[in-house]
């Protein structure tokens, strides 16, 4: 008996998502995404882990986000226990996307403290996408742990998540400005540098701020 065309057309978009071309890969996840499926979530979480094309990662997500979030958020949220960092970072970058409030409970403060960048960097990005209203303190207490940690690129990351918390940033900020680290305080004013003038730049703020923390000023007086 010969296999219904809908079962047909799923089996090959199966696997294409584990066809050794990316451009092949990206083809069979779009087909996914115009034409939602929730048979084909599972499989879209568990390509998310193991993708090593950025683009199709990418795409991955919107095919994602174009399913029921009923569906989709609570195999999101496995993964975030997943000893995967790529699970672990893409899950999040997803869930921020859906934008689903019901994930915030599994935004961890190991999620948001991560020891891999990467996790932590689009941890941080989803909590301040998804964090109710009258938690921001809280989230701004915990990003403010992770002022000055590792490179320029990183520290940017936490410098958008906090700026776009808003004046709740404030306190977390002087208290760091006051850390005996000076990488910490460093970033604690380049942060507010940045919040008071985005145009100027991470870099400016950066620079701007190791003058000042040099000179043993830390810009609580403005």
């Not at 219904?4 to 996914?32: F, H, I, M, W």
């Not at 609570?74 to 975030?80: N, R, S, V, W």
């Not at 410098?159 to 760091?176: F, K, N, Q, Y």
Request: with cysteine; hydrophobic share 40%.
């Amino acid at each position: 008996m010969a296999m219904p065309k809908e079962d047909t057309n799923t089996t090959r978009a199966l696997r294409g998502l584990e066809n050794s071309s990316a451009s092949v890969r990206l083809q069979a996840v779009l087909a996914v995404g115009t034409a939602p499926d929730p048979r084909f979530v599972d499989k879209l979480v568990e390509r998310c882990a193991v993708e090593p094309d950025f683009y199709v990662r990418d795409m991955l997500t919107w095919a994602l986000t174009r399913h029921a979030s009923s569906v989709t958020v609570p195999k999101l949220i496995d993964e975030l226990r997943s000893e995967r960092a790529q699970a672990r970072s893409q899950a999040l970058h997803t869930l921020s996307k859906i934008g689903d409030r019901q994930a915030w409970p599994a935004i961890t403060r190991a999620l948001l403290t991560d020891a891999n960048d990467e996790v932590a960097r689009t941890a941080w990005r989803a909590a301040v996408v998804l964090v109710p209203e009258g938690e921001e303190p809280g989230l701004a207490g915990v990003l403010a742990t992770q002022l000055g940690r590792g490179e320029r690129e990183t520290q940017l990351s936490l410098s958008r998540a906090l700026i776009a918390l808003g004046e709740v940033i404030t306190p977390a900020l002087r208290a760091a400005m006051t850390d005996p680290d000076p990488r910490v305080r460093q970033h604690a004013v380049a942060t507010e540098r940045l919040s008071r003038n985005p145009d100027a730049g991470f870099e400016f703020a950066i620079e701007e701020a190791k003058r000042i923390v040099a000179l043993g000023t830390t810009g609580q007086e403005g």
